[in-house]
Structure formats: structure tokens, C-alpha cells
């Protein structure tokens, strides 16, 4: 311990935070003023890493959710070595690897992409609970920890409700979080938003919670240590700080704990940048430079922390020799691969909800993958997860051995926890919930998006035949809107989503084959309530006729130079077989029908496979049970969609069906009109 360079360390953070927003003319500089303290002597103390190794999977990691701090991480990371001076100087600049928040690139520390507050430590949630799954299978030796950091904001986003809850709830004593309660937010401070007692909220979820200056680095260590130390709760440190710690005015009096300090240069407030970066000990003329002290401190600290890290690892060594079985399953989950799965052998009566179909796979993958954790938001009896969860146990506190996480009505935590399994690694996340409350979960799905993150989503009850419930539960525009995902590219120029609405059981299958292989981006299975005619085979499998959705879409019913193509993807596809039967028997009128089950996956198929699957010189008829933007870009401007304009209603499902014209019998009289239409338009 070294209180004279614990505190200039803390103040080369300070300055580096201040002259990266000053010379970007851009972020905010008086949070990380304020969390210096708590992380150097996290990172200095108490941080467990591998400098030379920075994906070491037993790894520390650190959840920044109050991504508006980002220059508080680029400096300390900066002092540890895992930036160059170039990078904090180019600070929210085109191409620089700083960005304005946060982007997940372990190889610098950076655990997670965040921003949009709340959703970081609920990552952290994540994170924590992986480890204590991947704990109770291979020993106590995995004994890494998660730390959060969170801001005023963070607390009063509505998802730390759900996150707390949870954490407290499963006992994750392996997750460490630090309040930088500073009492200042962007617009206001905070006594004019909330009355609320903080430490009462966290006690009364489970956790552990001490208050402390924030400041105090000897209090800091203790908080640090004690929590260290907890084996039955999660631990809140509420850190006392002052926003712009260190700030001082042109006249040399001291400008802290205001406002404006928040979301601005300091240069633009009542402080004075240059005076500032004197009273903190910097160079005005070299404001980016190392401390010198400071500079030969952390180069000891990270070969200490290579050194330590390396004992560690020959302690996992020997347990390696010891347990080559368990060695070889742990090194198995870690590389994301997948066991040898036959989809083809799960089993599926006649008729049934893609749901119910999605159900059987999950009951056979419980079997077969032993590193999945599914989770549902109260409904895995709807959802059809118990499929999976009567295969195994719920997780407990004291009691990881299970793989499902009854989430509780919560799904946008659910969602931001599974990011944060993903992110840890070792786990394959699925969640799953009803198809119109993806509304909820669409933050966290943007992030999983983002961060490129393999989260499988499950949503039932697709379409307006939830029937009774009425339309607060009927999704309509929801497939658009998921659908977009599919059209967004992310950084590495990959589709950022893969949105699968499977017509059938086989498809289903099909459907959860791909979401599995499919390890860069998130996934979403679309599933029905009700049951579904199977779509008839042209051969000998279904399922073999199937596969051919893993190139987004292709032809389920294909005859001679056909009169038209029918289109559609999930339910709607059995409705336009009954359509077809009835126009050929009746008018002889010969159709093909594709299923695009992916639109996003089809369009990257060749143009000459397109083309043989939906050709542009046939009339292209689609049906839809959400907005007709579902298919429009598919059949063209030629071509006709029919689907929902409008909210639903309450009533039985076959009743809507109907009432909306979506039966096998309304469907062939459209595509009769349509075609009329068309026939008259080339006159």
C-alpha cells in the first residue's frame, strides 16, 4: 500500500478522463472524476487477469453499466497497458478503438457494449450466474468474480428491480457492484426524482450492502475485501462520491459536485480545464502522458497480476491431470461447438403448435447439450420451455446443478442475463416468452445484436390466433419489426439477426437446428399456439424436405410452369395448401408454394436459387398473419400481399380467422381476384 501513488493514480484517471472529453469536445468527464478511486484500487488490489492472456476464461470481469463512463475505463485500462496513448487521444473519433460508449473487445478489458443504462450490470447478472453454473459442474477452483459499476441512473432504470431481485434471489455472492451514488444526474440531481433508500431496496432483495466514502481508499479496500469474503449474498458498495472530483475554477477555488459537470467539457462549465489539470497534478501541455510514478507502479502491477495469474493457471493445471473427463467437457463447453445432434430423431405428433414441436426439441437438447441454460418470463407451461425444464431443475440459491432460470415476469432482464451468459462464455442462452412481449425485450435484443452474442429467443403465440386474449396479446407488427433485424447489418457486415417463423413440426426442427449452428448472431424462433396441419411431404421425409429452410426459404409444393407462387412462412403456409387444393380442383390453376422462413437468410442464397424459388416472371401472391411489409419486399410491386392492417380483436381463433379472412376458403378467392386483376392489368 502506497497512499502517495494510490492517490496520484487516482488523479492521472481524473486527468486523463478530463482531457479525452476536452479534446473531443464530446462526453462526460464528472462521473469518472468521481469513480477513480474505486477503480485503481480495484484493478490495483483486488482484479484477478492475465495481462498476456486477456480471454483467460477464469478471468475476473468488470460490467460497465453506466456506459457514459467510458473514459474512466480507456484510463484505466490506458495506465494497465491495453491502450497506446494515441488511443485515448483519438477518444470518440472515426475509427479509433475508444468509442463514445463502450464496445465489447476483451482483448482490452472490455467486457461489454453498453450504454443504454441498466442493461449493463444486468450483463454482470449474467456473467455471475454462468460462472456459478459452470462452478457446480467442474469445482470450487472456479472461483473467479463479476464486478458492476453503476451510476444514479442505473438504479433507476426499472430493469435493476429485475436484476436485483434475481441476484438476490439465486445468492450470487461471486457478484460484486459498486454504486457511484454521487447524488447528480444529467438534468438534475437526484433528490428531484426519487426519495427512494437505496441500501433498504438491495437489503430487502438479498444482498449485501455497505455504504462508504467513496474516496476513502482504505474503505474502499475493506468494502472490497469483505466482499471478497461473502459466500451467501451478492454485495452492493454504495460509494459516497463528488461528481468532478477535482475540478477547480479559473479563480483556483474548488468546482465540484455540480450538474454540468455530468454530460460536458469541463472547459464549457464553471471550471477551469487548465487549472484543473494542474490542481490534479498533470501536464496542461502533455495532458495524455503517464504520471512517472504512476507509470513504473502499474508496469510492476501487471507483471505481478502475469505472474499470479500464472500460478493460478498451474493450480487448473493439475486439476486438469486429475480429472481429464471433466477437463475435456469444460474445454468442450468453452469452445461454443455444439455435440452431435439428430434433429431428424426427435419426434412429433400430427398436427401440433410449432410451439409444442419447439417443446419436443427442447425436451430431446436437455438430453443432449449440457450447457444450455433456457429461461422463461413466467410461462414455460405456455411457452412450451417445460419441454426442457422437466428434464432438468430450476437454478436455486445454493443449488446450481439445474440449467433453466424461472426469470420471473421480467423480460427484459431475462434477455440482458442471457447476453451476459453469452458473454461470458461456456453456456449456450435460450429465453423465451409470448411473441408480442418481445416489445419489452427489444433493448436487450439490439444489444445482443450488437455485441454479435448467440442468444437463442423463443417467442409463442405469433399471431392474432391467441385468440380470447385479445389484442394486447395478438402480435401484429412484432415480425416487422424483428424482421428489420434481419435487414440491419452488424459490424462485421453479418445479417445482426436471424428471425425464423417455421410452417410446421419438421420445420421447427429445422428452425432449432440453425438458431444452434448459428454461433455470430442472435436468433429468434416465431411460434404458433395453435396447432397446424403439417405441410405434406413431396417424398419420402418431411424432414429431409425441411433442410432446404436452412436456405431461407424454398418450395414445399412445385409443379410445371405454375400459374402463380403462393408465399407465406409459418401458419399461413398450411393455410395456402388448402388454398391451392381448392384452386386446382375448382379452376385449375396450378401454384407453387414457398416457405421463407428467413427472408434475411434467402436473400444471401445465390440469385439463380432466388429465382427458381420465387421467379419474377409469375404473378407472387403472399399471405401474412402481421403487416403486409412482411412479404412485400418478396412478391415485389407486381406481386399482392394479404395480411393484417389492424390491431386484433378477442375472440376464438378460428372465429378470427374467419372474421380476417384466413381460411383456406378466403384464401383461394383472393388469389382468384388477384390473378383477374393481374390478367386484366396486361390487357
Not at 436455486?396 to 433453466?404: A, E, H, L, Y
Not at 394486447?472 to 419489426?481: D, M, R, S, V
Request: hydrophobic share 40%.
Amino acid at each position: 500500500m502506497n497512499k502517495k501513488i494510490d492517490q496520484q493514480a487516482a488523479d492521472n484517471i481524473r486527468a486523463l478522463a478530463v482531457a479525452m472529453v476536452e479534446k473531443a469536445n464530446s462526453g462526460h468527464p464528472g462521473g469518472p472524476m468521481g469513480g477513480a478511486d474505486f477503480m485503481h484500487i480495484l484493478y490495483s488490489e483486488f482484479f484477478n487477469y492475465d495481462p498476456s492472456d486477456m480471454a483467460w476464461p477464469f478471468r475476473d470481469r468488470f460490467f460497465m453499466d453506466a456506459g457514459h463512463l467510458s473514459t474512466l475505463m480507456y484510463a484505466q485500462y490506458y495506465l494497465l497497458g491495453n491502450y497506446e496513448k494515441k488511443d485515448v487521444e483519438n477518444f470518440r473519433q472515426w475509427g479509433s478503438i475508444t468509442p463514445g460508449h463502450p464496445e465489447v473487445d476483451v482483448a482490452r478489458g472490455i467486457e461489454n457494449t453498453s450504454g443504454p443504462l441498466g442493461q449493463g450490470h444486468t450483463m454482470g447478472v449474467g456473467a455471475a450466474i454462468a460462472a456459478k453454473f459452470l462452478e457446480a459442474r467442474f469445482g470450487d477452483w472456479i472461483n473467479h468474480k463479476i464486478y458492476g459499476f453503476i451510476s444514479d441512473g442505473g438504479i433507476q432504470e426499472e430493469i435493476s428491480q429485475g436484476a436485483g431481485r434475481i441476484a438476490g434471489h439465486l445468492g450470487l455472492s461471486n457478484f460484486i457492484m459498486f454504486f457511484d451514488s454521487n447524488d447528480i444526474q444529467l438534468s438534475t440531481s437526484t433528490d428531484e426524482v426519487t426519495t427512494e433508500d437505496t441500501a433498504m431496496k438491495y437489503e430487502a432483495w438479498g444482498w449485501k450492502v455497505v455504504t462508504i466514502d467513496g474516496h476513502n481508499h482504505d474503505e474502499i479496500r475493506k468494502a472490497l475485501t469483505d466482499a471478497n469474503n461473502e459466500t451467501e449474498k451478492p454485495t452492493l458498495i454504495i460509494g459516497k462520491t463528488i461528481m468532478g472530483k477535482g475540478c477547480v475554477a479559473a479563480d483556483g477555488s474548488m468546482f465540484e459536485g455540480y450538474c454540468e459537470l455530468h454530460g460536458q467539457p469541463i472547459g464549457n462549465t464553471g471550471a477551469d480545464y487548465t487549472k484543473t489539470l494542474l490542481n490534479l497534478g498533470a501536464n496542461p501541455e502533455a495532458p495524455f502522458d503517464k504520471y512517472e510514478d504512476v507509470s513504473a507502479f502499474y508496469e510492476t502491477l501487471v507483471k505481478e497480476k502475469t505472474v499470479k495469474a500464472a500460478k493460478k493457471k498451474a493450480e487448473i493445471e493439475v486439476w486438469r491431470k486429475e480429472n481429464e473427463t471433466l477437463s475435456n467437457k469444460l474445454d468442450f463447453f468453452l469452445s461454443g461447438e455444439l455435440p452431435e445432434l439428430d434433429f431428424e430423431s426427435v419426434e412429433h405428433k400430427a398436427g401440433i403448435a410449432t410451439r409444442a414441436a419447439s417443446s419436443n426439441v427442447l425436451g430431446y437438447l436437455a438430453e443432449h447439450v449440457e450447457n444450455m441454460i433456457v429461461s422463461s418470463a413466467d410461462l414455460s407451461n405456455s411457452d412450451k420451455t417445460d419441454g426442457f425444464l422437466k428434464k432438468t431443475s430450476a437454478l436455486q440459491k445454493g443449488d446450481f446443478s439445474g440449467s433453466f432460470l424461472q426469470a420471473g415476469v421480467a423480460e427484459l432482464t431475462m434477455a440482458c442475463i442471457a447476453n451476459g451468459l453469452a458473454l461470458h462464455g461456456g453456456i449456450i442462452p435460450v429465453v423465451a416468452t409470448f411473441f408480442v412481449f418481445s416489445d419489452y425485450m427489444k433493448p436487450a435484443i439490439r444489444l445482443s445484436g450488437i455485441q454479435e452474442l448467440p442468444v437463442k429467443y423463443v417467442w409463442t403465440h405469433d399471431a392474432f390466433r391467441v385468440g380470447e386474449d385479445g389484442p394486447t396479446h395478438q402480435p401484429i407488427e412484432q415480425e416487422a419489426q424483428i424482421r428489420l433485424l434481419e435487414k440491419l447489418k452488424n459490424h462485421s457486415g453479418k445479417n445482426s439477426f436471424l428471425a425464423l417463423r417455421p410452417a410446421d413440426s419438421a420445420e421447427t426442427a429445422v428452425a432449432w437446428k440453425m438458431a444452434l449452428e448459428n454461433t455470430n448472431t442472435p436468433s429468434g424462433l416465431i411460434l404458433s399456439r395453435q396447432g397446424i396441419k403439417d405441410v405434406p411431404a413431396q417424398g419420402e421425409s418431411r424432414y429431409q424436405e425441411a433442410l432446404a429452410a436452412e436456405k431461407g426459404g424454398y418450395l414445399v409444393k412445385e409443379v410445371e410452369n405454375p400459374d402463380a407462387v403462393l408465399i407465406a412462412n409459418g401458419s399461413e403456409v398450411s393455410t395456402l395448401v388448402e388454398a391451392a387444393k381448392l384452386l386446382e380442383e375448382r379452376e385449375n390453376i396450378k401454384v407453387n408454394i414457398a416457405s421463407i422462413i428467413s427472408e434475411g437468410v434467402f436473400r444471401l442464397q445465390s440469385k439463380e436459387y432466388q429465382d427458381s424459388v420465387i421467379p419474377k416472371n409469375k404473378p407472387l401472391y403472399g399471405l401474412t398473419a402481421g403487416l403486409p411489409v412482411n412479404l412485400e419486399g418478396l412478391v415485389g410491386e407486381n406481386g399482392k400481399v394479404f395480411g393484417v392492417d389492424h390491431f386484433g380483436y378477442s375472440a376464438p381463433a378460428g372465429v378470427l380467422d374467419e372474421k380476417f379472412g384466413f381460411t383456406g376458403e378466403k384464401v383461394c378467392q383472393n388469389v382468384i381476384e388477384y390473378l383477374n386483376e393481374a390478367s386484366v392489368a396486361k390487357i
